[in-house]
């Protein structure tokens, strides 16, 4: 039986067991400037950048930091499935089945991401400044942790948090998300929320804290689907200097609160750029967010420093994997009399978010069944804007399979079905607003059917 890996550093070890290459680069880079922009040559694939295919595990050794910086890991969904101990092309199938799964964490005392304690706090992190325009250095991989699995609310998830100094970090928190509800609870109580930002965290729990409603149930699941993956419990531990849980197999830690106090995310008020989003376009910084004030940073021993780009395969990876997972579910329930949905995938030059592809075996034609089949992909997950239905004997994690589906099995005025004027998601620039609509963000949603005509079946087979 195939296992998930139970921490980072065993999945660098079983990685290179299997014969996997992890390339360190030997010469020291600055994490300003020099790491982003090495890796987003040499190696990050679109949407990042113009080249395709998979994105390498890298290790880098950053000028004047103790903790060597970890880039690529889930830059491959071969890769992905082997860390959570899915059957090769089976990933999003694998973790589906975790969904209706619940594994419950355990508490552990003395656990090994409390080994050391950092005097510099974040200033002895290597925290990257990935281009000129960013507002400055920002933690990209810090699974938050806030609330309490005792007490049953808790929220474990990944948020972008810009340093201000070794002490206060920026955080932007998606409205209506757990950490936001959590947060505000807390304002209206008059205190501070009290969290921990896990970096370098088992694969299994990053692919789970991407979870959220409705694949999960608010204020839960996170946990107890990444202790599905593993096939056993998470280990989790009390923060030490704050009363707030963390995940005790980090390699690094930062403890502190959510404060009621607020700062911008920019320090150049002629510059409102953030970092690049994961559709590959600058950012914009926001205004006025909230405060994380740290109390405590601690690490393992020989602690390894995990960050991702922004945009390329390794983010839209992470985010596309549960995506597929809760609409496959979904759909395989919503739609099982009527077709057989065999795959989902959600494809990373959309960011793992806009365009999902669906390999179905469908018993009859109906332009009925698919303008539902859209709407209820678009119900189940709102960022889609395109979703492409295509046979059985088409390849959906194959751009070229598709486009070649795209080329002989689609006729626009036959195979289209829009939905015009649906809600827009502006980090998609044709979704804002002015693009469509000079005075909204509104978007076209669509889905491009590249089956073919039961009626002429013989004529679309493959050699």
Same mark, same amino acid.
């Given at each position: 039986? *195939?296992? @998930?890996?139970? @921490?980072?550093?065993?999945?660098?070890?079983?990685?290179?067991?299997?014969?996997?290459?992890?390339?360190?680069?030997?010469?020291?880079?600055?994490?300003?400037?020099?790491?982003?922009?090495?890796?987003?040559?040499?190696?990050? /694939? @679109?949407?990042?950048?113009?080249?395709?295919?998979?994105?390498?595990?890298?290790?880098?050794?950053?000028?004047?930091?103790?903790?060597?910086?970890?880039?690529?890991?889930?830059?491959?969904?071969?890769?992905?499935?082997?860390?959570?101990?899915?059957?090769?092309?089976? #990933?999003?199938?694998?973790?589906?089945?975790?969904?209706?799964?619940?594994?419950?964490?355990?508490?552990?005392?003395?656990?090994?991401?409390?080994?050391?304690?950092?005097?510099?706090?974040?200033?002895?992190?290597?925290? *990257?400044?990935?281009?000129?325009?960013?507002?400055?250095?920002?933690?990209?991989?810090?699974?938050?942790?806030? #609330?309490?699995?005792?007490?049953?609310?808790?929220?474990?998830?990944?948020?972008?948090?810009?340093?201000?100094?070794?002490?206060?970090? /920026?955080?932007?928190?998606?409205?209506?998300?757990?950490?936001?509800?959590?947060?505000?609870?807390?304002?209206?109580?008059?205190?501070? *929320?009290?969290?921990?930002?896990?970096?370098?965290?088992?694969?299994?729990?990053?692919?789970?804290?991407?979870?959220?409603?409705?694949?999960?149930?608010? =204020?839960? #699941?996170?946990?107890?689907?990444?202790?599905?993956?593993?096939?056993?419990?998470?280990?989790?531990?009390?923060?030490? /200097?704050?009363?707030?849980?963390?995940?005790?197999?980090?390699?690094?830690?930062?403890? #502190?609160?959510?404060?009621?106090?607020?700062?911008?995310?920019?320090?150049?008020?002629?510059?409102?750029?953030?970092?690049?989003?994961?559709?590959?376009?600058? =950012?914009?910084?926001?205004?006025?967010?909230?405060?994380?004030?740290?109390?405590?940073?601690?690490?393992?021993?020989?602690?390894?420093?995990? /960050?991702?780009?922004?945009?390329?395969?390794?983010?839209?990876?992470?985010?596309?994997?549960?995506?597929?997972?809760?609409?496959?579910?979904?759909?395989?329930?919503?739609?099982?009399?009527?077709?057989?949905?065999?795959?989902?995938?959600?494809?990373?030059?959309?960011?793992?978010?806009?365009?999902?592809?669906?390999?179905?075996?469908?018993?009859?034609?109906?332009?009925?069944?698919?303008?539902?089949?859209?709407?209820?992909?678009?119900?189940?997950?709102?960022?889609?804007?395109?979703?492409?239905?295509?046979?059985?004997?088409?390849?959906?994690?194959?751009?070229?399979?598709?486009?070649?589906?795209?080329?002989?099995?689609?006729?626009? @005025?036959?195979?289209?079905?829009?939905?015009?004027?649906?809600?827009?998601?502006?980090?998609?620039?044709?979704?804002?607003?002015?693009?469509?609509?000079?005075?909204?963000?509104?978007?076209?949603?669509?889905?491009?059917?590249?089956?073919?005509?039961?009626?002429?079946?013989?004529?679309?087979?493959?050699?």
């Amino acid at each position: 039986m *195939l296992r @998930s890996a139970v @921490s980072l550093r065993d999945a660098l070890y079983r990685l290179q067991a299997s014969g996997e290459k992890v390339i360190e680069i030997e010469d020291e880079l600055n994490p300003y400037l020099q790491i982003a922009e090495h890796y987003r040559t040499e190696f990050a /694939t @679109s949407p990042a950048g113009q080249r395709s295919g998979e994105e390498p595990v890298v290790i880098y050794r950053p000028k004047g930091f103790n903790f060597p910086v970890l880039m690529g890991m889930f830059g491959s969904r071969r890769r992905n499935e082997y860390l959570i101990g899915a059957q090769s092309g089976l #990933g999003a199938h694998h973790l589906a089945q975790c969904l209706s799964s619940s594994v419950e964490p355990v508490w552990i005392p003395n656990a090994p991401c409390h080994e050391h304690r950092l005097e510099n706090n974040l200033d002895a992190l290597p925290v *990257l400044t990935t281009t000129s325009k960013d507002a400055g250095p920002y933690l990209t991989s810090g699974v938050v942790c806030a #609330g309490s699995p005792r007490s049953g609310f808790f929220n474990v998830s990944i948020h972008r948090m810009r340093l201000l100094d070794s002490r206060h970090l /920026t955080i932007w928190m998606l409205p209506g998300r757990d950490l936001e509800v959590l947060y505000h609870q807390a304002v209206s109580e008059g205190r501070s *929320l009290p969290v921990s930002i896990n970096i370098g965290v088992s694969p299994a729990l990053y692919f789970a804290s991407s979870l959220s409603k409705p694949f999960v149930t608010p =204020g839960s #699941g996170e946990l107890e689907v990444a202790g599905a993956l593993l096939r056993q419990p998470l280990a989790i531990a009390q923060c030490v /200097t704050c009363e707030t849980f963390c995940i005790a197999e980090s390699e690094i830690v930062v403890e #502190g609160f959510i404060r009621g106090e607020m700062a911008d995310e920019f320090s150049d008020p002629f510059s409102r750029y953030g970092m690049p989003e994961f559709l590959g376009y600058m =950012g914009q910084a926001q205004e006025l967010l909230p405060v994380v004030e740290v109390t405590g940073v601690f690490h393992r021993s020989d602690a390894i420093y995990q /960050t991702f780009l922004g945009p390329g395969k390794e983010q839209a990876e992470m985010l596309a994997l549960p995506t597929e997972a809760g609409v496959l579910r979904h759909l395989k329930q919503f739609f099982k009399e009527e077709i057989d949905i065999v795959d989902v995938h959600y494809l990373a030059p959309g960011g793992g978010q806009l365009m999902a592809a669906l390999r179905v075996r469908k018993s009859y034609e109906s332009k009925d069944l698919f303008e539902r089949i859209r709407d209820s992909v678009i119900a189940c997950h709102a960022l889609t804007k395109i979703v492409i239905v295509a046979d059985e004997d088409t390849d959906i994690h194959s751009p070229e399979d598709l486009l070649w589906a795209f080329a002989t099995r689609f006729q626009p @005025s036959r195979d289209l079905y829009i939905l015009g004027r649906s809600k827009g998601f502006p980090l998609d620039p044709s979704q804002r607003m002015g693009y469509l609509d000079p005075c909204s963000s509104i978007t076209d949603k669509y889905l491009i059917d590249l089956t073919a005509p039961k009626e002429m079946r013989l004529a679309f087979e493959r050699v």
